[in-house]
């Protein structure tokens, strides 16, 4: 009978949810009206449809509307998955073509089928395939971007189509006969016709597969590398027209390719080619014409794939080489199936202008579409054209003549003149390596395999892998068993088995295969191993069966009634007389056929529909196609649902040698699955069943087995499991079932007495505890020694052992370790295995104590197993292990299982990291902790590759090593959620090192990391997100959006985007910033008040009134420039509207009765042109306002463009805005070309600065082209002249300057330093507007220069200083060197310079020139020469203004001498000024007016010097300096001090100062400047010209710049743009570019950087004020400061930086150390500045309670302990945002009537919240909970199991541990309270007492007597686990009769307990020898 059990019954398993399907495509597809679509096509006219003719473009259309009739259809399932809300959510995505139509749709279990996308295209689809393609992200990246497509292949073109909305059309360049999916991208198969034999070259067939890497890639061969008897086998194309593909699969990437000649079937891997093979492929051919590698390959192929490189003329060049006979020889070869559609697009004729070829007819398959997409999108279809049509001629020309015979005469002239021009090649991707290959059967006795009709992977239980194919010829699925070599990158096949099969499957999520067999019947295999049959319930199949019916079926069925006997039987004898079992054949010869069994083979068929086909198989369904035509999905169950069940089963598997494995887990699946198998929750017991039923025992004769099998109690028939619920059936079928031959052999007798549940706790009834007593020596407990898994019980005891540690680690999972522990003590029974038995009963005392039975084995039988080596006597103990790891003892390394025990290595490696302290722990020194189990299963493959983390060395105090846990867990995937599965006292210590990180994070932690830390705030910053997100920001969480206001004016200044909360919270005390809004506005009409006195006329009034608001007017021109700079990067456009641009409104209202008042009315003259350069200004700050981060494309700016032509200059200047801020590099080439061929001078103005302020610095050739074009002194000296305006020859000059900045690039600055000096020419060229032309020069020569200063690498001998110092003092011009000489020969017939320098003109320039080159560099040698001049001599012969600039230059070269002081100011000014000006008693000789205007000029020179040295700094005492010289300047704007200075000059340097001041405070909003702002606003007068308003504006702008969230730089860069910006000449009208281009004002943009730092409460999102505490770098100036600043806050400039700082009390720490690294704070910066803050609990922040009174904790500074008193759990929503603490406040606090808890509950229950918020640790509520439920546990003694003890252990000794450290380590401790003494001390005394009455239990435990089942056993156990004292079983007779203390103590030493533990046990020891109670005081009184 015991045999019987391990033969293969012939079983049966039930496949479950049965349902119709249909493809959902079908139905969608139905209700589409495309056919309506075609019926419309057909009546337009002819002349619409574009084709290259139109009558056969209508036969065409009328043609396919016949086709569509009857339209095959064909679909594929594949599995998505997708991941909603953190969990993976899996359904079945579907793609079905019928007709012209793809639908992919997706639909899971649980939701219906919906459409995602649907595509309609133009001609009949072929074939459609998901694919992905690789996109690579950048030039460096190596991890590529996936992105999921789908392609149509249509006859002529494969349209792509990405997920993400990108389409893609490819033309194709031949016939496809497939296409097919890789890894790389698509593989293309060519059609074979018959002609090719004739095409092609003998000897040289053309490529049949070609690869694809991406739509917008050329199609390029494929070539192959065969396996070779020799090495170096031939790399070659893939050109044999005999190899068919039948599969390709990207992991692994393999294809699997049929010999069509052979018969046999080849697989190779597909790989990128090697450099080597390329170069082998392509190189030259030397040798003769005939080898495949020869001129085939370069030659004829390239010169045909290269022709359609000259699109340009459709009859031309291409066509020379063929020879007279092509044209007319193609008329009649035409018709081959090769035909391209391209041939026909007029793009392409490139063969021959013949007519015949292009007619329609011969093509009936071209797509209109197609051809229009090729002919007239530039921007798709472009570039995947000329890759694609390259192919065509070759493949087009059946001639055999002409064409081929001239590339095959290897001395023919024409040939060469063809090929040479052409011999690029086309360069292979993708390699073909042959892997493995089909023997060639003998073709004598057997007929050749056919081609595989299917070919899939799939692998087995035990991860073997296969790739199957089906050879339907044979009825064969021939299995190839593969495996990865060590290095995983090459695949080794191995051994071939083949299945008798008609049709097969793969399962992917069951590891299993289904294979429906030549007589109809299901089978499923997992692997090559059959499992059992599959038995469809509802489908009378071949295969009789039963089982009940699902009544959900949708296919109407009748019910099955169990069949009859008889007739089975024959048949199946004659079924094996008459063909060899296949089930034998595969089995091996020991396999008994049992005739008995009627669940087999019918071979006849029956009337009934059958199956007859298997498809679409998706994780563990698939899809039946029935011989009638309908189909059924079927679902094939898993091997287990049980969590618990599945770890043993992969335990199982691990330790198992591969076959024994295979065994068990096919043995299970069947028991499981049987038809009608258990429910869910009996899996278990029968798990167990079988489990030891294959180790050897009769489950029969155990009494708690016995009892597993029943869910029913006291029935007295044997009930049979209950069949799963959805599965209601007949009666007949359990009377079968029961007299099944399985249910005989497993219930072989009735039960006697009645039959408990079992449920976790065993509850025994008298009955079985006296059979259990009895003597168990009835030979019916012995082990059966045959069973298959006999020899293997200890180490299958060890691994489940293992799994149960594991087990007891998981919350969740600890209920599957107490089922477990029963089957685990009756193995160590069993094995006689004391200290495991016993230590399940430490963990579950009152269960383990019911189990007494216990197996005998002889000897023999226990010599006969295996005893691994790993199984030791003393049992390895997870908690203990830990234990000891606290106590600090030296630990073994703890066994686990790679894969399986996975937790087990997370804590014991944490532990051993933070705990032991050795800090490579997780790194080098892992195998110190961990012993890996190898074992028959692989031994390593599933453990994951340990990280190294950092190879920094920490110093190992506490902190870094709780930063490295954190870290490393992080790393391992280890999550918030995971760590409230531990259990409370193993969780502590992570905790802890959790709440030490959370107290000092490190800045630059990952997101993960953060999280798992509970930061939020540090989580939300690595999350990267900006402030205000135009609309779309309220997802994204922050939305900071401006209020909008009612009034409609309000919105159209184009101020309204500043973000009011930052803005409030920095300026919250007035309203400056409305007052700025206010002073800019230009959209509004101004106030004209003149007063009409008596004596005007009514018309003098009306022109008075017209020239006041001309005044006004020049104000109002000038203000968007300084608007720019206000609401700088303020903006996120929205992409589906155009950027709003205000009014430029030139209009005034005159009060009282608010008359319009308007320039154009003719009464006044007004300048012409007048606001063109106002509306350029206005569209650069309408442009500036859109922030960096945008989303903006070339599509966008084009949309921008304003229809009407007087806004193109508003559109130059947004062009120009859009360069300033980057955004202009996403402009198309062909759009920027567009723009500058109008001609319009603004925009090639804006457009050219802009690019280049976009490619600032990077030497971009493509610009510098630009560029020059626009640049006379760039071109050739003999290209033609162009005429380019003035201006913008100035802006491409600067833009050089720009594009070439700081690269000391020498021919640039050659040419520009000639052109500082450009003399002019003759007729009218280069004669107005010089100074700006030179001054261009100057600025773009410092700017290529920049910084350089004597360093000028290869420059040496253009001599750039003095040929500067000589245009700065000016002399002798030297001749003209180089290219320009031609220019310059004839002197300009308008200005007479004669040969000397024009100092006027070059000195400007040259000064800034020598200012720049020199910047910082502190030369002073170069400094003395700017110097102003020391006698009134000199200094008349220099004008005031350039002494300014030379002031500045000579300072900002000395740049470390600047002192923001008025002593270093005056400091400038030469001896001769400083003694005579305020002198009463000037000499004759001296010229006051000189003298003071130099004075004046001097002093603004050196106060800009400050300006740029301390920009953006708000440095107090630069700021003092500057405003004291302002309002000095100020008080000189009388009309007696202006009589001397000139109102010009004064204005000049009043201006001057006033933007010092500015750039000074930019960004800080301050109210002093911003008075003199106004102040200087308010005054229109006459002297106040357009240049002096810009200059107060651009003040204004910088003051607030960027709505205070930019302030400026002061690197070498942001110098050079601020010196362009700032020019101290300022334009005199509105159109004045005389000295300086106006639109350089706008460089100053470039100077901007973000340094607002803006903390952001990160619960509610909203900004906040918090305590920054910033440390400054020790410099030569000051030491290492450190400042406390409330944020939000400028930061100074981060190279000065240390480290910056949230400082509590309010909010957590966070500190950034910017010693390391500056990045990530500037990334902060550059994100609006956004820096999350976290409120501390207990705290509100500083805007509610600004002097902190009002705080939680400040009530507990008086008394100690009224805090907890004075707490009201009801406030605690206003302290904490923590919603946990929220409802435990609400649930557990607060005494409700329904509630019976007793004050003190409350109470307790209340100081846990109270101390979880003030200790910011709410995490810990649960463990303070957990404790205090253990202890009170304890104190009723109704523990089942001792889990909490050992918690509380683990506890307790993390405590002492830190407290022996001393106070020190306390403070990080988590654990701080008095809680937990109490807590330990309550403990102490219940177990002591307990002792005390008890000590005999102890006693008798010790002397291995038998334990009865009370509370006093689970007492005893709980004693000897908190005392952590060992397995002390028969030990007694070492220990008892001690006769002292020492004695104890000294035989003791051995076993390891603590010693005060030890002291507990002095009573017993001592005791037993001397009478009961020798020491009672003893064990109180000792701790």
Known sequence: MSEVVYEETATMIAAGELQSFVPFGREHCRNHPNAFNLQLRELQPASELWSSDGAAGLVGSLQEVTLQERDRECWQLRKGCVGVGGEEVEFEEELYTAGNMVVWSQGSRSQASSVYKAFTVDSPVQQALWCNFAVPQNKKAVEEEMEQTVCIVQSSCVNVHSTTGKDFISPLPFQLSNLWATKFGLLLERKNPASDALLSPPGEPLPTVFSMLHPLDEIAPVVCKPAGLFEGSRVQYVSDSTMKIVFSCCQPSIVVSYDTVQGTHSVWALRKVTHDERSTVLRCPVEPVGTPLGLMTSGFLTSHLRNVSRLDSPGGSG???????????????????????????????????????????????????????????PGMAAPSFSGAARFNTSFHTPSPRGHHSLLLSPNSTTNESVLVPEMEPIIPDLCMEQLWSETATASSHREMSSQASKVFLTSDLCENHYLCFLVESHQQLRCVKFIESNDTSQLIFASVTSIPAKDAEPLQSIDAMLVLEASGSLVLYTGVTRVSKVFVPGLLSPTFSLSNQPPHLSTPVENISTPANAASRHIRRLDEASMPSPVSELRGPNTKHHEASFLE???????????????????????????????????????????????????????????????????????????????????????????????????????????????????????????????????????????????????????????DSYSGTAVTTDTEVLSSVSPPSSPSLRLDSSAPLFHHIPALFYVLHLLYQELQLDELQRAGASSLVCLLQQLARDLQLEEYVDLYWRDYPSLISSFTESCLMDQAQIGQMQRPSFLKAEPPSMFSWLSSCLRGEEVLPFP????????????????????????????????????????????????????????????????????????????????????????????????????????????????????????????????????????????????????????????????????????????????????????????????????????????EYIEEKENKLLQLCQRTMALPVGRGLFTLFSYHPVPTEPLPVPKLNLTGRAPPRNTMVDLNSGNIDVPPNMTSWSSFHNGVAAG?????????????????????????????????????????????????????????????????LGVASAKLGTMDMSITRLLSIHIPALLPPTSTELDVPHNVQVAAVVGIGLVYQGTGHRHNAEVLLAEIGRPPGPEMEYCTDRESYSLAAGLALGMVCLGHGSNLIGMTDLNVPEQLYQYMVGGHRRAQAGANRERHKSPSYQIKEGDTINVDVTCPGATLALAMIYLKTNNRSIADWLKAPDTMFLLDFIKPEFLLLRTLARCIIMWDEILPNAAWVSSNLPQIIQENIGNASVSEDMNLETLVQAHDYIIAGACMAVGFRFAGSANSDAFDCLYKFARRFMKGLTPAAAAVTGHYNLHTCLSMILLSLSMVMAGSGNLKVLQLCRFLHKRTSGEMIYGFHMAHHMALGLLFLGGGRYTLSTSNSAIAALLCALYPHFPAHSTDNRYHLQALRHLAVLAAEPRLLVPVDVDSLKPCYALLEVTYKETQWYEETTVELMAPTMLPELHLLKRVKVKGPRYWELSIDLSKETQHLKSILSRDGVLYVKLRAGQLPYKDDPQGWKSLLASTVNHRNSGVRAFKPEAISTFTSEPALVSFAEFFCKASDGMKHREDTLTLFSAMLYECVTQESPEMLPTYIAIEQAVGALRRSDLPQTFPLWQMRLVVELWDSRVLRGPTSRNGALLTSEFLPVMKNMMDVTLDNWLTDNSSVLRSYMRGEALTKDTQSTMLACFLVYRSIPCLRNTHTQLEGCTSLGDMLLRCSHLGIPLRDLMRLVPVLLGSASGPQTLPGLSQHVY
């Not at 044209?327 to 392409?348: D, F, R, V």
């Not at 846990?965 to 959620?977: A, I, P, Y």
């Not at 463009?1201 to 007087?1206: D, T, V």
Request: some cysteine; aromatic content about 8%.
């Open 319 to 377: 066509a020379t080489g063929l020879g007279p006979g092509t044209g007319p020889s193609c008329g009649g070869g035409c018709a081959s199936p090769l035909h391209y559609s391209a041939l026909h697009s007029h793009q392409n004729r490139i063969m021959t202008s013949s007519p015949g070829l292009h007619s329609r007819v011969h093509s009936p398959s071209i797509s209109n579409m197609a051809a229009l997409s090729r002919s007239h999108s």
């Open 601 to 755: 083979d019918y071979t006849f068929q029956q009337a009934t529909s059958y199956i007859h086909a298997l498809r679409d198989p998706v994780c563990n369904r698939v899809t039946l196609e029935l011989s009638n035509g309908t189909m059924l999905r079927i679902s094939i169950p898993e091997i287990a649902t049980s969590e618990l069940v599945r770890k043993c089963l992969q335990a199982i598997r691990f330790i198992l040698p591969k076959e024994a494995a295979m065994k068990v887990l096919v043995k299970w699946y069947n028991i499981y699955n049987a038809p009608g198998g258990p429910s869910a929750h009996a899996e278990w017991n029968l798990f167990v069943t079988c489990f030891m039923t294959l180790m050897g025992y009769n489950t029969e004769r155990l009494a708690w087995t016995r009892n597993l099998h029943f869910e029913v109690p006291l029935s007295p028939v044997i009930a049979a499991k209950k069949a799963r619920p959805s599965d209601g059936g007949s009666d007949e079928d359990w009377e079968y079932l029961l007299g099944s031959h399985y249910h005989r052999q497993m219930i072989s007798q009735p039960v006697c007495g009645p039959v």
């Open 896 to 1099: 686990f299982l790679p894969g399986i025990c996975q937790r087990t290595r997370l804590l014991v490696l944490s532990y051993a990291l933070y705990i032991v302290g050795d800090e490579n722990a997780t790194s080098t020194d892992v195998s110190k902790y961990l012993a890996k189990l190898s074992a028959g299963q692989k031994s390593c493959a599933s453990e994951p590759a340990y990280k190294r983390q950092s190879s920094v060395k920490f110093d190992l105090s506490s902190e870094n090593l709780a930063e490295k846990l954190v870290v490393w867990l992080t790393s391992e995937g280890f999550t918030l959620k995971d760590l409230e599965s531990v259990p409370f006292g193993v969780a502590l210590p992570i905790r802890e090192a959790i709440y030490r990180c959370r107290e000092q994070p490190c800045s630059d932690w990952s997101e993960e990391v953060c999280l798992l830390i509970g930061r939020q705030d540090l989580t939300r910053q690595a999350h990267k997100m900006t402030l205000a997100k135009d609309k779309a920001s309220v997802s994204s969480g922050l939305s900071l959006e401006p209020p909008t206001t009612t009034e409609a004016d309000e919105e159209e200044d184009g101020m309204s985007d500043i973000i009011q909360e930052v803005t409030g919270l920095i300026w919250s005390q007035d309203l400056r910033v409305h007052e700025v809004r206010r002073l800019l506005q230009s959209s509004r009409p101004v106030r004209v008040s003149v007063v009409q006195l008596p004596e005007v006329s009514d018309h």
């Open 1184 to 1248: 500036l306002k859109i922030a960096p981060a945008s989303q903006v494309d070339s599509a966008w700016i084009a949309y921008n463009k304003p229809k009407s032509p007087e806004l193109a200059n508003e559109y130059a200047g947004f062009l120009m805005a859009l360069g300033l801020n980057g955004h202009l590099t996403k402009l198309a080439t062909l759009n920027i070309h567009d723009y500058l061929t109008k001609g319009h001078e603004m925009t090639s103005i804006g457009l050219l």
